[in-house]
């Protein structure tokens, strides 16, 4: 494609940047609410127990408490936290408030108060008695016949999925195509390893927040930092008994959601105080709540079997993965799904395969969305795979999977299979520059020269390591989304959107592509997103979809009002729309050469002759879900004395299609390498004996500071997807999938220890040296 | 409530600490994270505070003689920035917190805080450093290994203020700090390790050695050095294991959120050794 564009592609200024960096435009808890009460939960100390009794008296009788919810006062509806499209894909197995508590963190209760000092003391003076009961912890034991059982028969999925409460099954996939046996048989060599994803916490740095009031017209208003308003409407009007259309929600500035905030978590909480007490309510978590109470990343035990050749090709691949679900099913079938279903087409010549899923609960944190949502998980298992086959046969990495990587033209029977929670959609990779990415990475980290080199300097030898994925681009035949635009008489357009920017960009993303449709100037754009009264629906951030699925409706919207305004001047200059062409911001007849602006159109169509609202809507209702690829390579210095590792340097090249704003694509790129990076060192949730997170703080909990970070290097291959609005595919999550991987492989490229489970902290990586030292 | 008193002299700092039960506040980089109580919420303490960085008396910095003296308001960034501080406590310094945090903290905070892992804490120790303590009617000096008793314990009196460090001067040719972090910046210690030297034609004329972090106390141990003074470096390798099982007797780490005791243990006795046979042979003559 050589098409020269006006605003695609080019590294335009976030829209709501300036109005962020004066801090003009407003986080939830900036908006001062008059008369607020403050809320503060309560939560269990212990993994499993039933409540016997709550006795609210000594914190109501201090002054300035207004009420304490719990079970007793509060509406009994199963659901699911999981903001998903409906009915959702995750069990119905919690309540608002429930009589059991399920991990150490559940919630209890919930004191409302005058202020937030109030309601802290008031919420240390509620006083619950508990009866323990034997907890779960390890998912492995959760559906042996004397596991403690975490949920009664009375939970279901509203899907129909497979789900077991009786075992504590959350989720379950089981499918495959060819002959394992016949795949063995054929194989040279067997490859049998286990490899561990642990829990990790989105560390947005806005915690969750909401706040709620009736307007002037006794509308329950809810400002939420939410990735999903929508659904918050829906899930709300749901469990708070209370009518849809008098519900409104809206989402100002977010500061980060990575997943954590595709929950439904605090605003039916807040929703219920200002219902009950006809005030504002304001709900803010700490940051030790949200480790503790909010949701989490999925732990997934992955273990892959696979058959090899001694040419490389493989002949059967099983990956069994057991998914801890933590103590509710929130996301657990989706993201146990996505641990095959974007990860196993990428070898699609692979004749045999098999994929068996299992989301289990147990008696600790709920997981959730995050940020590469199972692929994640996947990929740390499947790209040490791969460079464990290539070191048994003497193979090259990057040019192993060079040959067995899905090519443009090519498809992949999982695609069909296996879709998010349901079967899949068949679909054929019509963009796909992965070649390019690994190139651009080995030539970057300087692979050939510093492979298998252990390069030393006293005591601190160097390694490197590489890892490839793919991801999707919303969720096909399942996600939805809608624009809603009109013209104004200076030549600007309204472009409303449901669609949820939530730091990412995609405010201005969409207005870069209406612009482009419309040839107009960035600023001729006035932007309206996530307002349920105000925007057409959208699904909300999540899946990769915005930018592929919600761009798709603002192309279409766009094109729309091209075709009014087109009309409208080939009425104004007595000719047929056919024979005009666009110019900036206007429209030209090149045969009269007479030319009118958008003005004057509008102006036109609102005053003068056959007048209208130049406006249209259109929405996008996906069928596929083109996979954006990524290549990351790192080099790594591990010091030998102490187990400390070093990521000196770490490449990422990806193909996202036509990037719309390579500024932002790089953006989210980078902020998922180093939310990947993060991960893969320091990230982890430490357990006391009975399952209480003893970490949950940003003393405790390590996330990476401009000190820790490598050289970072970021390429955006050009690329092009067909079905894409100008060619552009997803960007936002793919990043995080091949740190973990790219950094275990080059820990063993240094030093020759296998670590199949992170964090890799000095701690296991001085361990491991250690024990392998022992056994030389 | 936040109640709080700011002296305007020393003297006035000392009345109100003899008169009054306050807690005496520099920077408040640990007394505020103490005292934290929820999101949204403000510290809460139960005494009267006695803010003492704005007192002049307390913000000198100069050399008697080869000895630092540091007052007691003077901040870590203070410390940093002044071409008096021995480039070996610079760097030990530049390790702690992030830049925000260093421009309120004190080094008197570091001490009386009293923490296992403050980093300050094995270079005072390796310096003989001393703490000098005030009050209405009395001034003493104490060895800052005597003043800290326990973890979060000292003998700082009721009436007492801290008001000035001395640092005796010494030099050296050999000089290691390794601190072993969850990360590079803003990380508190899971362990750390100071090595001093200095040597002439191959033979050890000094020698200290202190860690952080391994034990309830920092560890130091003049009977385990005084085996190494005198002594020619290449000689080092012959005693070494003895060493080692000396300080292991020494180093009672613990298991906690930052990292496990026996990691702990190894790591820090793998740091003596890379410090007694590395860094030390190179200086054989
Ligand atoms: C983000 C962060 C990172 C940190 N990183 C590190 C680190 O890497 N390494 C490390 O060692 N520490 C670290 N700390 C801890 C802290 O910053 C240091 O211990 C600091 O030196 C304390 O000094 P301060 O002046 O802030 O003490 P304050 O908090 O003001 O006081 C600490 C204690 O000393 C007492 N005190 C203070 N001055 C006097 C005086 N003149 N006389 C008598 N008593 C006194 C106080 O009453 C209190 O008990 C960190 C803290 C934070 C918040």
Redesign the pocket.
């Known amino acids: 494609m050589s098409k020269t564009y006006t605003s695609i592609g080019k590294a335009e200024k976030k829209i709501d940047a300036l109005a962020l960096a004066t801090g003009s435009r407003r986080f939830v808890d900036d908006f001062e609410l008059k008369d607020c009460l403050h809320c503060k939960l309560i939560y269990s100390p212990h993994a499993f127990a039933d409540i016997i009794k709550i006795d609210e008296s000594p914190a109501l009788a201090m002054d300035g408490v207004v009420d304490v919810l719990s079970y007793k006062n509060t509406p009994q509806i199963l659901h699911t936290s999981a903001g998903q499209g409906f009915p959702e894909p995750s069990p119905y197995d919690q309540y608002l408030f429930d009589k059991v508590v399920r991990f150490a963190g559940d919630r209890v209760a919930m004191v409302v108060a005058e202020s937030p000092a109030i309601a802290e003391t008031a919420a240390k003076k509620v006083k619950i008695a508990y009866k323990l009961r034997k907890a779960l912890f390890d998912p492995e034991r959760a559906m042996d016949a004397d596991a403690p059982k975490l949920h009664g028969k009375e939970c279901y999925t509203p899907i129909g999925a497979a789900y077991d409460p009786q075992r504590n099954l959350a989720a379950e996939v089981d499918l495959g195509f060819g002959d394992l046996k016949e795949g063995e048989e054929a194989a040279d060599i067997v490859i049998d390893e286990t490899y561990k994803a642990h829990y990790g916490s989105h560390c947005a740095i806005e915690p969750h927040s909401v706040k709620t009031y009736f307007d002037d017209e006794g509308r329950l208003v809810i400002l939420a930092s939410t990735q999903v308003p929508f659904h918050v409407r829906r899930i709300v009007a749901r469990v708070c008994e209370f009518p849809l259309a008098k519900i409104r929600v809206i989402k100002p500035r977010i500061g980060g959601g990575f997943g954590g905030k595709q929950e439904v978590l605090l605003e039916p909480l807040a929703a219920l105080v200002s219902i009950r007490h006809k005030r504002p309510a304001r709900l803010v978590l700490s940051r030790e709540e949200v480790f503790r109470n909010s949701r989490t990343r999925h732990p997934v035990r992955v273990r892959l079997r696979s058959g090899v050749k001694k040419d490389g090709t493989i002949t059967f691949l099983e990956m069994d993965s057991l998914l801890n679900s933590g103590a509710y099913g929130s996301h657990a079938l989706t993201v146990l799904s996505n641990c095959g279903s974007k990860v196993l087409p990428l070898l699609n010549k692979i004749e045999n395969m098999h994929f068996l899923g299992r989301s289990v609960y147990t008696n600790l944190p709920v997981g959730g969305a995050y940020r590469g949502y199972g692929a994640t998980q996947g990929y740390f298992a499947l790209n040490q795979h791969l460079d464990i086959l290539c070191r048994r046969l003497d193979i090259d990495l990057p040019e192993y999977i060079k040959k067995h990587h899905i090519r443009e033209g090519e498809t992949s029977k999982i695609f069909e299979a296996l879709g998010e929670g349901k079967t899949g959609v068949q679909q054929f990779v019509n963009s796909c520059k992965l070649d390019e990415c690994i190139d651009i990475c080995t030539r970057e980290i300087g692979w050939y020269g510093k492979r298998d080199k252990k390069i030393r300097s006293g005591d601190k030898v160097r390694g490197v390591g590489l890892a490839v994925a793919m991801q999707g681009s919303g969720i096909p035949l399942v996600d939805m989304a809608a624009a809603s635009m009109k013209m104004n008489e200076d030549g600007s357009f309204n472009l409303d959107i449901g669609a949820t920017d939530i730091g990412t960009g995609s405010d201005t993303v969409l207005a870069q592509i209406a612009a482009e449709v419309l040839n107009v100037d960035l600023d001729a754009m006035i932007v309206l997103s996530s307002d349920t009264d105000r925007t057409p629906f959208d699904v909300g951030a999540y899946a990769s979809s915005t930018t592929y699925i919600s761009g798709r409706a603002v192309r279409k919207c766009a094109e729309k009002i091209l075709e009014q305004i087109i009309g409208v001047a080939a009425e104004m200059l007595e000719t047929s729309s056919d024979k005009l062409k666009l110019s900036h911001a206007g429209v030209k007849d090149p045969a009269s050469g007479k030319r009118i602006g958008y003005p004057e159109i509008c102006q036109y169509a609102m005053y003068s002759a056959n007048q209208f609202q130049i406006q249209a809507v259109a929405s996008e209702f996906v069928e596929e879900s083109p996979p954006p690829f990524i290549a990351q390579a790192v080099e790594v210095e591990v010091d030998t004395v102490t187990g400390a590792v070093q990521v000196l340097k770490l490449v990422s090249a990806v193909d996202c299609g036509q990037a719309i704003n390579p500024k932002l694509a790089e953006g989210q790129i980078e902020g998922a390498a180093v939310n990947g990076i993060s991960y893969a060192m320091t990230e982890e949730y430490i357990f006391s004996g009975n399952g209480r997170m003893i970490n949950s703080s940003f003393k405790n909990y390590k996330i990476p500071t401009a000190a820790d970070l490598p050289e970072m290097k970021t390429v955006v291959v050009p690329s092009h997807e067909p079905s894409g609005p100008f060619g552009a595919k997803s960007v936002g999550e793919i990043g995080i999938n091949c740190p973990m991987p790219a950094i275990a492989n080059a820990i063993y490229d240094a030093v020759g220890v296998r670590l199949y489970e992170a964090p890799f902290t000095p701690e296991k990586v001085y361990r491991a040296i250690r024990k392998q030292q022992e056994v030389q | 409530m936040l109640d709080g008193y700011l002296p305007a002299k020393l003297s006035e700092a000392l009345d109100m600490m003899a008169e009054c039960d306050c ?11 103490q005292h934290a109580r929820g999101s949204g919420v403000r510290p809460c303490f139960d005494k009267t505070l006695l803010f ?1 960085s704005a007192l002049k008396e ?1 913000k000198t910095f100069d050399l008697m003689g080869k000895t630092l003296r540091i007052g ?1 308001a003077v901040t ?1 960034s203070e410390l940093l920035e002044n071409a008096a501080t021995p480039q070996i406590f610079k760097e030990i310094l530049r ?4 830049a925000p ?1 260093r421009h ?7 001490i ?2 009293a ?1 296992p ?4 804490l094995p270079y005072l120790y390796a310096m003989d450093a001393e703490v000098i303590l005030q009050s209405r009617n009395e001034t003493r000096v104490l060895p800052v290994a005597d003043f800290i008793t326990a973890p979060k314990r000292t003998q ?1 009196k009721n009436d007492e ?3 000035g460090i001395r640092i005796p001067a010494a030099e050296f040719n050999v000089e290691s700090y390794r601190k072993l972090g969850q990360r590079k910046g ?4 899971k362990a750390s390790f100071l090595g001093l030297a200095s040597t002439a034609n191959g033979r050890i004329e000094d020698i200290r050695i202190a860690l952080g972090s391994v034990a309830p106390h920092i560890v130091r141990s003049r009977k385990i050095e005084s085996k190494l003074t005198g002594k020619n470096i290449k000689d080092i390798p012959g005693i070494l294991q003895e060493l080692q099982k000396d300080y292991s007797a020494l180093i009672r780490p613990i298991d906690d959120a930052r990292s496990t005791a026996a990691y702990r243990k190894q790591v820090s006795l793998r740091l003596i050794r890379d410090f007694l046979i590395n860094c030390m042979l190179k200086k054989i003559p």
């Open positions: 807690i005496p506040f520099a920077g408040g980089t640990d007394l505020m994270v003492v307390l007691a870590l390790q702690m917190a992030a945090t309120m903290a004190t080094l008197a905070g570091n009386c805080n923490s892992a403050g980093d300050t700082r203020l801290l008001t803003m990380s508190l210690t």
